[in-house]
C-alpha cells in the first residue's frame, strides 16, 4: 500500500455541472476526511467517516455536497451543481485511530477543481 | 474559539536556520502537528508535540511550545532547498471526538542557494 490516493488529480468543469471525487484511503485506516483548500489558505475540515459511518459535516458543507464511504473503505465526494467558489484544492486523509494520541492523519494529494 | 495564525513567508539562505512560528487559540489543545507541503504532493506531517512537553526534537527539527502564550515554532537546522516548501501548524481541539485539523494559513518558505 503506497498511500491515500484520489482520482482525478485535475477536473474543470463548467458551472452548473456535477462532479465526482474518489479517495481510496491506506488499508484498514478506520477513519477518513475530506478537506478543502484555497489558494494561498491551509485546509479546511469538511466532513469525515468513521468506518462507514459520516459522523460530522462542517457548515461548509452545502446541500449540494454529499460524500459517502460505503463499504468503509473508498470514499466519493459529489458536489452537485457546482459553482465557481466551489474551485478548489479537495484533500482526503485517512487515519488509523482508537485514541486522539494516534492522530495522524495521512493526506492524498488532492483533486483540484476548477469551475469556469 | 478555534484560529491558527502564522506568518506567510520566510526566506533563508541554504545552511542557516530557519524559525516558523505558529499562534493558537484553543487552549485546551493537547496535540500541535507541523505539517509540510510541496507542490503536487500532499500534506506531510513533520512532527507533533504533546502540550505537557515544552520542546521535541527530531534530527534537523526541533518544536517549541509556549503553552502560555499559546506559541508553537519549527526551528529547522542546516535549512536545505529541498526544504522550500509550505509549513502549516495544526491543532486538534481535545473535545471534539472528530479529531479534525485545524489549520493555518501556512508559511512558504524560500531557501536561497
Known amino acids: 500500500d503506497t498511500g491515500v490516493s484520489q482520482d482525478p488529480r485535475h477536473k474543470i468543469t463548467k458551472r452548473g455541472q456535477n462532479v465526482t471525487f474518489r479517495c481510496d484511503p491506506i488499508s484498514e485506516h478506520n477513519r477518513l476526511y475530506w478537506y478543502r483548500q484555497t489558494l494561498g489558505q491551509g485546509p479546511e475540515f469538511l466532513t469525515y467517516f468513521q468506518n462507514e459511518a459520516q459522523l460530522e459535516k462542517s457548515r461548509l458543507l452545502s446541500d449540494r455536497f454529499s460524500a459517502e464511504r460505503p463499504k468503509g473503505s473508498f470514499s466519493t465526494l459529489e458536489i452537485q451543481r457546482t459553482e465557481q467558489g466551489d474551485s478548489a484544492m479537495y484533500l482526503c486523509?485517512?487515519?488509523?485511530?482508537?485514541?486522539?494520541?494516534?492522530?495522524?492523519?495521512?493526506f492524498g494529494p488532492g483533486t483540484r477543481l476548477t469551475v469556469l | 474559539g478555534e484560529d491558527v495564525e502564522q506568518s506567510l513567508f520566510l526566506s533563508v539562505r541554504e545552511g542557516d536556520s530557519s524559525v516558523i512560528n505558529c499562534t493558537y487559540t484553543d487552549s485546551s489543545s493537547t496535540y500541535l502537528y507541523w505539517y509540510k507541503q510541496e507542490p503536487g504532493a500532499g500534506l506531510q506531517l513533520l512532527t507533533y508535540?504533546?502540550?505537557?512537553?515544552d520542546m521535541k526534537q527530531d534530527q534537523r527539527l526541533t518544536v517549541l511550545l509556549n503553552k502560555k502564550d499559546k506559541h508553537l515554532s519549527l526551528r529547522i537546522a542546516d535549512t536545505q532547498t529541498g526544504d522550500s516548501a509550505i509549513y502549516f501548524c495544526a491543532e486538534s481541539p481535545p473535545l471534539d471526538s472528530s479529531y479534525k485539523l485545524i489549520f493555518g494559513s501556512g508559511t512558504r518558505l524560500l531557501v536561497r542557494p
Open positions: 508535540i504533546f502540550s505537557n512537553m
Open positions: 486523509a485517512s487515519s488509523l485511530v482508537f485514541s486522539l494520541a494516534d492522530n495522524e492523519q495521512f
